[in-house]
């Protein structure tokens, strides 16, 4: 197999044309044949180098509006054909077919089309036919012919051209290959799922799952283990909020961020906080006062809080940011800061600053993978209302007590299984979490609270994702104070935990809707 590889022919084809000056600059150094097409052949001689377009190239015009310009045999055969071959080697020569070295191809902008129109026309004739074939042949023939598909890459082959005069090395386009491949499955991923959305089909019989590598990250969880951020569907550039201060975001502050963000998207009517901690909330507040909501919330476990991510779903100002300032956090997420919050907490020139202005909740679905299998559901983001409810016991709750029970449900959804909250004026006095005994969730709730916030459990609420197996929960959360509960019901004992409501005098409410968080 031959190691380094003479690029005498290049074609050239496309849609994103940044560096393109450059890369012709050097190709035409050294004096390599430029094949070319279309609006990619007009930039070319615009910017004054020579190039043969492909249709005379071929001896075939363009047909089909421009459907069919590079699908021709003398076009495949220059990059498909093995040098190595002999038979390969005489019907070239039969045909008069010249070897095409170089392939520098990226494809129409699928994914900008499909992001700023629903007209199916524009984005049909926007799904590159052409584009692929030819990277796909020349990452196949990679033994012969170099692939480049992203302009980023362009300086490493100029300095592999300028290493091995003129040549390409095996491990180069073998690299330039596996991109190739990864750029195809991409492009064609992110076509299935158009197709996908548009029939409403959201599992269909085979799953793509596509991305594109936004950053690779210090690390994941742990030291030892590699990992990095992609962005998936059709925004390729960016996520929805921006990092505007402090160092670079680890797996664990993305985690953290994510699951705050999903809370913060259950607290719609007043100023909320999220405070999380290994990717559970540790405080949970809704407060008119934004300072309020804040104090409120880190209230909660102020332990706990120490190095964790704090998001808001309003403006940080100034008194605020002197208050977040007398803590440590790893990552604060506002909803826009004014200038002097900034210059405050800028101060800490190592704490991640996220400006979550342009975030959107977007349903989307969730993936749990397992050695080479994975599941697939729905994300869960049904919110609870007043029409959800069902009173089961004699005792109503207030029209205070059922704000709490609502907000305390809709911040139950969002942690770890078995879970319990417990709220008061809207906002967590204790949580108790990812424990296999719903009863030893109850106990860690009420411990929380009597560590941090032992006068607020009188006349609390509280939570329950799924219904209670056994009445000694319900008996342990009404011994310390709780005067309302909420939760799924559905238990065989339903009617056993409703006596032990009914017989304590508490109010207890029934959802009929589950939130198991494993």
């Known amino acids: 197999m031959k190691r380094n590889v003479k690029i005498k022919n290049a074609l050239i084809s496309v849609s994103d044309k940044t560096n393109l000056n450059k890369l012709l600059s050097f190709l035409n150094k050294k004096k390599i044949n430029i094949i070319s097409s279309g609006g990619t052949f007009k930039e070319i001689k615009k910017l004054g180098f020579k190039c043969q377009e492909v249709s005379k190239y071929t001896k ?22 093995d040098r190595s071959n ?16 170089l392939i520098v191809v990226n494809f129409y902008p699928f994914q900008k089309v499909v992001t700023n129109t629903k007209n199916p026309k524009q984005i049909i004739e926007n799904i590159d036919i052409g584009g692929p074939t030819m990277v796909r042949a020349a990452a196949k023939n990679f033994k012969n012919v170099s692939i480049v598909t992203n302009r980023n890459d362009y300086k490493s082959l100029i300095k592999e051209l ?65 990992s990095s951020i992609y962005v998936s569907d059709y ?56 300072l309020i909501s804040f104090k409120n919330a880190y209230a909660s476990d102020p332990v706990s809080a120490f190095g964790g991510v704090i998001a808001c779903n309003y403006i940080i100002k100034k008194k605020l940011a ?50 080479k299998s994975f599941l697939l559901q729905e ?85 329950s994702d799924a219904f209670f197996p056994f009445p000694d929960g319900v008996e342990a959360l009404i011994k310390v104070g709780v005067k309302a509960i909420i939760q799924p019901g559905g238990s065989i004992r339903d009617d056993e935990i409703i006596a032990a409501a009914d017989e304590h005098g508490i109010a207890m409410v029934f959802t009929g809707m589950r939130h198991f968080r494993h």
């Open 86 to 101: 002999k038979k390969h080697k005489r019907e070239m020569a039969k045909k008069k077919f010249k070897d095409i070295d």
């Open 235 to 290: 925004d390729d550039k960016r996520l929805s909020f921006n990092q505007i201060h402090g160092k670079e975001l680890s797996y664990n502050n993305y985690n953290d961020m994510f699951a705050s963000l999903e809370i913060l998207n259950s607290l719609k009517k007043n100023s909320g906080t999220v405070i999380i901690k290994h990717a559970n909330p540790c405080g949970v507040s809704e407060n008119k006062v934004p």
């Open 379 to 463: 994300s869960d983001d049904l919110i609870l209302n007043n029409k959800n409810l069902k009173i089961v016991s004699k005792k109503k709750p207030t029209k205070k007590q059922l704000k709490d029970l609502i907000f305390a449900f809709n911040v139950c959804k969002n942690i770890k299984s078995n879970a319990i909250v417990l709220v008061k004026n809207e906002t967590t006095i204790g949580i108790g979490s990812g424990q296999p005994s719903r009863l030893d969730s109850c106990e860690i709730a009420v411990n929380k609270a009597k560590q941090f916030l032992p006068d607020n459990l009188k006349g609390s609420v509280a939570a």
């Open 60 to 81: 075939f015009n363009e047909m089909l509006d421009g459907r069919v310009k590079t699908l021709h045999p003398k076009v495949h055969a220059g990059i498909l054909n």
């Open 162 to 226: 300028e290493t091995f005069k003129g040549k390409t090395s095996l491990k180069f386009r073998e690299l330039m290959s596996s991109k190739a491949f990864g750029l195809t499955a991409y492009y064609d991923a992110m076509i299935a799922n158009w197709f996908n959305k548009k029939l409403k089909i959201e599992f269909p019989e085979r799953k793509t799952i596509f991305g594109r590598k936004l950053q690779k990250l210090r690390y994941g969880e742990n030291p030892h283990q590699q």
């Open 322 to 371: 002197k208050r977040i300032n007398k803590n440590f956090f790893e990552v604060i997420i506002g909803n826009g800061f004014d200038l002097d919050a900034l210059n405050i907490l800028k101060k800490k020139k190592n704490t991640r600053i996220i400006n979550s202005i342009n975030y959107k909740e977007k349903n989307s679905l969730n993936f749990i993978f397992h050695n």
